[in-house]
T-cell receptor, first 112, second 111 residues
C-alpha cells in the first residue's frame, strides 16, 4: 500500500516567492494533518482536516500560510510570501478516527 | 495550551547500556503515543498506551503510562546502535484528531 505521499521532497526558494506543498493521504483516511518540524520548536501541528473540512487551524503561524483540501485525496499548504524563518521540514500525515497517524517523508523547505 | 515536556533532550550512551526517556505534562491525555524518527524520514509509531498504569513491551523497549494519564516513560534495555534516532512522545485529548508532540529526545548509541 502507498503511504502518505508528499511533494516536493526538497525546495529551495527565494524570499517573497510563493511555495506550494502537496500531499496525498492514505486512501480511506478521513483525517489529514499538516505539521512543521524545526530544531528550535520541534514538531508543531499547523492544521488538521476531517472529511476535507478544516477543524483546527490554530497552529497556522500567520496569514501568509493557507491550507486547502479540495477532495479526500489531495491537500495543499501554501506560503505566500515566503520568508527565511519559514525554512523547516513540513510533514503531512493521515489517519482514521482515533487510529494510527501515518506520516509522509516530509518536504524540506529552504527560503533564502 | 497543552504541553509535553520530554527529558533528556539529548542522550549519548554506549552499546549495552540501559536508558529511560520521560514525557511529562500537566494535562490529562486520552492516549499517549511514542514515535521514532530517523534522519530524512517522518516519525513512525512505536506504541500507543491508553489506560493509566498500562505497561507495554516491544522487544527491548518498555513503555509505561502514568496512573493519572499525564506522563509516560520509555525504557530501553541493552541499547544497540540501531536504536539511534529521535524519540517523540505525543498526546491525544479526547476524541479529537489532534496530536500534540513533545520536543523529542535524540538518542545516540555508540558501538
Amino acid at each position: 500500500d502507498a503511504g502518505v505521499i508528499q511533494s516536493p521532497r526538497h525546495e529551495v526558494t527565494e524570499m517573497g516567492q510563493e511555495v506550494t506543498l502537496r500531499c496525498k493521504p492514505i486512501s480511506g483516511h478521513d483525517y489529514l494533518f499538516w505539521y512543521r518540524q524545526t530544531m528550535m520548536r520541534g514538531l508543531e501541528l499547523l492544521i488538521y482536516f476531517n472529511n476535507n473540512v478544516p477543524i483546527d487551524d490554530s497552529g497556522m503561524p500567520e496569514d501568509r500560510f493557507s491550507a486547502k483540501m479540495p477532495n479526500a485525496s489531495f491537500s495543499t499548504l501554501k506560503i505566500q510570501p515566503s520568508e527565511p524563518r519559514d525554512s523547516a521540514v513540513y510533514f503531512c500525515a493521515s489517519s482514521l478516527r482515533g487510529g494510527t497517524i501515518y506520516f509522509g517523508e516530509g518536504s524540506w523547505l529552504t527560503v533564502v | 495550551t497543552q504541553l509535553l515536556e520530554q527529558s533528556p533532550q539529548f542522550l549519548s550512551i554506549q552499546e549495552g547500556e540501559n536508558l529511560t526517556v520521560y514525557c511529562n505534562s500537566s494535562s490529562v491525555f486520552s492516549s499517549l503515543q511514542w514515535y521514532r524518527q530517523e534522519p530524512g524520514e517522518g516519525p513512525v509509531l512505536l506504541v500507543t498506551v491508553v489506560t493509566g498504569g498500562e505497561v507495554k513491551k516491544l522487544k527491548r523497549l518498555t513503555f509505561q503510562f502514568g496512573d493519572a494519564r499525564k506522563d509516560s516513560s520509555l525504557h530501553i534495555t541493552a541499547a544497540q546502535p540501531g536504536d539511534t534516532g529521535l524519540y517523540l512522545c505525543a498526546g491525544r485529548s479526547g476524541n479529537t484528531g489532534k496530536l500534540i508532540f513533545g520536543q523529542g529526545t535524540t538518542l545516540q548509541v555508540k558501538p
